[in-house]
């Protein structure tokens, strides 16, 4: 059983930064790679970005390549999300997710734990 609890998210100007956690209890949190994705009002939810149970691989989302970076330390049980130059189309609530295993794509598909959300509002 693996329970995630995002932060950092809020109010920011394009152009600035945020950094997310998700925060995971559970001894089995270094087995699980960690997702981002992210759902705008009226929109459907999208993959953001990705890494693996041991941070060797990641996955990035085109829409943020260059801005993002995602990032794990293990003996904190902790996912962050680094988010630089920020712009109002990355307003969105903001989720992070677990699945068993090394993969790290853009699927949604098999992911067993979900946090509540943190939102992240961009103005322009």
């Known amino acids: 059983q693996v329970q995630l609890v995002e932060s950092g998210g809020g109010l920011v100007q394009a152009g600035g930064s945020l950094r997310l956690s998700c925060a995971a209890s559970?001894?089995?949190?270094?087995?699980?790679?960690i997702a981002w994705f992210r759902q705008a009002p009226g929109k459907e939810r999208e993959f953001v970005l990705a890494i693996s149970w041991s941070g060797g691989s990641t996955y990035y989302a085109d829409s943020v390549k260059g801005r993002f970076t995602i990032s794990r330390d293990n003996a904190k049980n902790t996912v962050y999300l680094q988010m630089n130059s920020l712009k109002p189309e990355d307003t969105a609530v903001y989720y992070c997710?677990?699945?068993?295993?090394?993969?790290?794509?853009?699927?949604?598909?098999?992911?067993?734990?979900w946090g509540q959300g943190t939102q992240v509002t961009v103005s322009s």
């Open positions: 997710a677990a699945r068993k295993g090394s993969v790290v794509d853009e699927s949604q598909v098999g992911y067993d734990y």
């Open positions: 559970g001894r089995t949190f270094g087995t699980y790679s």
